[in-house]
């Protein structure tokens, strides 16, 4: 099993960055694929973007691309998403997750950090 827990959620004004944090731990593998998804109240969870194990290896939702920034450090296991120009719209539980290399399932995912834009 892998374990992810999320940290750097809160509440931020319009225009503001968030950085949030991703901790994997258990049974990881060097080229296991991780990434981001979201959810917002009444709305069906959405993809916001993946990483493979090369820092080139990433993957945007097109609504969030030049805002978004995914980034990993294999040292650590961690992956991170840094949120800027925040949006109202953009609060939701923000979900990390991780499958491995070749798979396009995403079994593993964390308990979810809330992220809240004030307008």
């Known amino acids: 099993q892998v374990q992810l827990v999320e940290s750097g959620g809160g509440l931020v004004q319009a225009g503001g960055s968030l950085r949030l944090s991703c901790a994997a731990s258990?049974?990881?593998?060097?080229?296991?694929?991780m990434g981001w998804f979201r959810q917002a109240p009444g709305r069906e969870r959405e993809f916001v973007a993946r990483i493979g194990w090369s820092a080139t290896s990433t993957l945007y939702a097109d609504s969030l691309k030049g805002r978004f920034t995914i980034s990993r450090d294999n040292a650590k296991n961690t992956v991170y998403l840094q949120m800027d120009s925040l949006k109202p719209e953009d609060s939701a539980v923000y979900y990390c997750v991780a499958r491995r290399a070749f798979s396009t399932e995403w079994p593993y995912w964390g308990q979810g950090t809330q992220v809240t834009v004030s307008s």
């Open positions: 258990g049974r990881t593998l060097p080229y296991d694929v």
